[in-house]
Nanobody
Framework: QVQLVESGGGLVQAGGPLRLSCATS????????MGWFRQAPGKEREFVAA????????????SVKGRFTISRDLAKNLPKNTVYLQMNSLKPEDTAVYYC??????????????????WGQGTQVTVSS
């Protein structure tokens, strides 16, 4: 059974940093890509960042470019892998539930949540002003 478990969320003051982690288990192949999405109350889920597993190509939403960094660690033995989201200079508008996702598809559209088959349960990030 595939599981993605996020951790690292919490309450932080505006301007501060936070680092999210997402550990995967149960994947028999390395994912093609992993991404971070977020959803604020009353809003649709939106793309934050994604990384391709083989080439470490990264994509970012315009709203987080220059502030957030996505990275991944390859486990020595499958099926565990970890993806991180380093968030700096946080703003109140970054407040949301953050979800990590994984896809085995060779997709060009890493920003599209429908391209991802596996999702974590989410972790709350709250940025106070």
């Amino acid at each position: 059974q595939v599981q993605l478990v996020e951790s690292g969320g919490g309450l932080v003051q505006a301007g501060g940093p936070l680092r999210l982690s997402c550990a995967t288990s149960g994947l028999t192949f390395s994912p093609y890509a992993m991404g971070w999405f977020r959803q604020a109350p009353g809003k649709e889920r939106e793309f934050v960042a994604a990384v391709s597993w083989s080439h470490e190509d990264t994509d970012y939403a315009d709203s987080v470019k220059g502030r957030f960094t996505i990275s991944r660690d390859l486990a020595k033995n499958l099926p565990k892998n970890t993806v991180y989201l380093q968030m700096n200079s946080l703003k109140p508008e970054d407040t949301a539930v953050y979800y990590c996702a994984a896809t085995l598809r060779a997709t060009m559209w890493r920003w599209n949540p429908y391209e991802y088959e596996y999702w974590g349960q989410g972790t709350q990030v709250t940025v106070s002003s």
